[in-house]
């Protein structure tokens, strides 16, 4: 951990506000408009970075990823000076031109078509699901719907045994918090990683992934030559990372949303055609995945501000998706909203391949949502998860209605 904060660049405002600490978490959406308001582009001295808070801003980032890139890795560490935690993501810590071939092959097997034989099961299951905790009537929303849905639907989708699962979850908070700076979420996270670390690599070979699933998908495309046999096992292991946990935050968020704004609730359930876009709204307005970092690769100049070559700038995805200047009524959760642009799933040649099955999870839930229940209510005590970049609830209990 930095002992000292860094001295800003001249004429940038310099904040020393931690986007890493308990507190920020707690109280993110006023210390959003703090760094919204400060200026186009802020100086964080806590960690002798750059940031964006501003929709505009980072949709300029997100848009020229040749300036600012993500082979030097898409948290506070430089890949350029630090050896990364884990071998490098060959898609996420990746640029044009190596990112185009292996981006081409996740798009191919997360396509719309490859989502059709997904949609009545994934269906099935969130059906299935609320049937059974409208007979339960009380529950936890996170352990027991937004943990238990993904889990019952997506390690089958990617061909995963049933031994040693207790371990994706882990593993992709793990993954998320090593994108903050060296604080005790990262610290610790990274000292416990090993058990988990060793069953995702295995998970990833072409024999312990199941005919049929994504995996096995990704194999087949290094058997057609557009990735290499050793490649495949690393394509497998970004949908390890980023497949499950985030849409357990969004699938969390959105169910959070619903027990929070009973009015939208009502309209989901006079309408599910909104489900699809109910799920949007909810990533919009929570933003599972807050922030990402970019490394400038050559002087450039943003909001007004030269800034050099080597840089770290962070992109506050959740302030963006938030800020005034874009959106109408920010703050409200409004399912009948057009949410096209936000960045909740970021945007540009990086934005999430996965977004397909994660709308398919999403849309399909709300839909069961707002065919079979008719009321939610918080019944006890909202307990927030720490996160380095994930935002969302370690406890949300709730009782439900049927419809
Ligand atoms: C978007 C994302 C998050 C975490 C890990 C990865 C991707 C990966 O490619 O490993």
Known sequence: MSATTQAAPAGVPSLDVDPFSTEFFDDMHAAHEVLREAGPVVWLAKWGVYGVARYAEVHGVLHDPLTFCSGRGVGLSDFAKEKPWRPQSIILEADPPAHTRTRA?????????????LRAHFTALAETK????????SFDAIADLAEAYPLSVFPDALGLKQEGREHLLPYASLVFNAFGPPNQLRQEAIERSA???????????REN?????????????ADAGE????????????LLSAGLDTTVYGIGAAVYCLARFPEQLAKLRSDPTLARNAFEEAVRFESPVQTFFR?????????????????????????????PRRWEYADRYD?????????????????CVGQLVARLEGEVMMAAIARKVGSIEITGPVKRRYNNTLRGLDSLPISISAA
Request: proline fraction near 4%.
């Open 105 to 117: 092959v996740l798009n191919q097997v997360l396509s719309a078509s490859a989502m059709k034989p």
């Open 295 to 323: 490394t400038t690769t050559r002087e450039v100049e943003l909001g007004g501000h030269a800034i050099g070559e080597g840089e770290k700038v962070l992109m506050f995805l959740g302030a963006a998706n938030r800020d």
């Open 195 to 205: 058990p988990h670390q060793a069953y995702v690599a295995e998970q990833c070979q």
């Open 335 to 351: 399912i009948t909203r057009r949410t096209s642009g936000h960045v909740g799933y970021g945007s540009g040649i990086h934005m």
């Open 227 to 238: 990735i290499t046999h050793e490649e495949a096992p690393l394509l497998v292991r970004s």
């Open 130 to 137: 609320v049937d059974e905790l409208l007979a339960r009537g």
């Open 209 to 221: 992934l199941a005919p049929g699933g994504f995996g096995t998908c990704i194999h087949a495309r």
